[in-house]
C-alpha cells in the first residue's frame, strides 16, 4: 500500500493538470476577413492598405545579433532585411539609413535579451513580433512611408 500511494498521486496530479490545461485553453482566434478572400480581392485589399503601389528598400549590410547566456556569447544570428515604402520613397530610406540601422540594431537586440533567437526562432509567432518592432522603428524613424519590415534572410549559428 504504500508503495501504490505515491503512483496513485502522480497520476491523479497528471490527469488533473491535463483536465486544467485541456479546460484553460484560450479559444482559437477568428480568421482574418482577408483571408477568406479571393487571392484577387487580397491582393486589391493589399493595395488599398498601403495606399498605392510600393517599392522595396534592401538594407546596404546585413545585421549580425549576438545571442548572449549567461554572460557568454552562445550564438551569432545574422538577418538581412528590407523596408516596403510607398513608392518614390526610396530615397527618404536612404537619406536615414544610418539612424534606421541604429533603431534597427537595439531592436533585434532586445529582441535577442529577451529569448526572441532561442530555440524555434523561426515561429511565426516570434517573426511577427520582431517584424512589428522593426516596422514600428522604422516608421518612428521615416514616417508613414514606410508600410513593412521584410526579414529577407536569416540565420543562427551557435558556438
Given amino acids: 500500500m504504500k508503495k501504490l500511494l505515491p503512483i496513485l498521486l502522480l497520476l491523479l496530479g497528471s490527469g488533473a493538470g491535463v483536465g486544467a490545461g485541456i479546460f484553460l485553453r484560450p479559444a482559437p482566434e477568428p480568421a482574418d476577413e482577408i ?8 491582393e486589391e485589399a493589399r493595395a488599398a492598405e498601403t495606399n498605392g503601389p510600393s517599392e522595396y528598400v534592401k538594407m546596404s549590410n546585413q545585421f549580425v545579433v549576438p545571442v548572449v547566456d549567461h554572460d557568454k556569447v552562445t550564438a551569432l544570428v545574422v538577418l538581412s532585411l528590407s523596408v516596403e515604402v510607398s513608392l518614390g520613397q526610396k530615397e ?4 536615414k539609413e544610418p539612424k534606421i540601422r541604429d533603431s534597427f540594431l537595439q531592436v533585434l ?7 526572441g533567437f532561442d530555440g524555434a526562432f523561426t515561429n511565426a509567432n ?12 522604422a516608421q518612428k524613424d521615416v514616417g508613414d512611408q514606410v ?9 543562427r549559428q551557435d558556438y
Fill in 109 to 115: 537586440f532586445d529582441h535577442a535579451n529577451i529569448g
Fill in 92 to 95: 527618404a530610406v536612404y537619406a
Fill in 126 to 137: 516570434n517573426l511577427d513580433v520582431l517584424r512589428g518592432a522593426l516596422r514600428e522603428i
Fill in 147 to 155: 508600410i513593412d519590415v521584410l526579414i529577407v534572410e536569416i540565420a
Fill in 35 to 42: 483571408a477568406e478572400t479571393e487571392p484577387a480581392e487580397v
